[in-house]
C-alpha cells in the first residue's frame, strides 16, 4: 500500500517536471509534507530548482 502511495507521488511531481521542467518553486515548510514534495520532484529530475522557507 505505502508504494502505490509512492508511485502516485512520484507521479504527479512528474507531471509538474514535464509542465515546468527546471522551472519550478518548491517552497519549504520544514514539514515532512514539503520535504516529501521536493524529494519527489527531485527524483524526477528537475535541476536546478528555487527554494524557499517561510520566515519565522
Not at 16 to 29: E, F, R, T, W
Amino acid at each position: 500500500m505505502v508504494r502505490e502511495h509512492a508511485d502516485r507521488v512520484l507521479a504527479l511531481a512528474g507531471v509538474a517536471v514535464k509542465l515546468y521542467g527546471d522551472n519550478i518553486q518548491c517552497p519549504l515548510s520544514a514539514g515532512y509534507d514539503s520535504r516529501m514534495a521536493l524529494a519527489a520532484l527531485r527524483a524526477q529530475g528537475p535541476n536546478p530548482m528555487s527554494m524557499s522557507t517561510a520566515p519565522g
